[in-house]
């Protein structure tokens, strides 16, 4: 995914159902939350290696996070509570996403091996634009228009 973690996030919020205020800000930065290795990534890794190396995007240390945070977080008051756990499963839902044509180390720490459902292949000049050729670039546009007909009918209501 290039463009769609932030309205999958938005898409998520909608779907809890939640009225509070702290769930949607917890969908919608949860579904962003991993890429913000890029600013370490590009500012301070000066791109070294593939920022899905990074700590956010491994799965196995999420699943330890969260076995640290649930302890924690049942303890919260309302509507701390649901928020982490929407945050969390807005960050599982990312790493899902990148895992169609991006590539996660779902077996970290056992292995370091990328998984991916397909592969962009180099066909543009420019990897974006082999992405938007790609089939996979169907699911982003799908996702956008989710988030746009769930926006516009919010509206309307």
Known sequence: MITAHLPSGYV????SRSPEPMVFWACILGAVFPDFDLL???FVDDRAFHHHRYWVHAPGLWLMI???VTPLALRLPYPLKPAVFWFMGA???HLCLDSIVGSIM???????RF?????????HSHFILS???HWSFALEIAIWLAAAIMYLKRRRA
Not at 106 to 112: A, R
Not at 115 to 123: C, D, G
């Open 12 to 15: 998520l919020a909608r779907l």
């Open 66 to 68: 969260l076995a640290l």
């Open 115 to 123: 998984f991916q459902l397909a592969t962009v292949q180099p066909t």
């Open 91 to 93: 960050w599982f839902m």
């Open 40 to 42: 370490f990534f590009y």
């Open 131 to 133: 992405f938007m050729a």
């Open 106 to 112: 779902w077996l970290w720490p056992v292995s370091d």
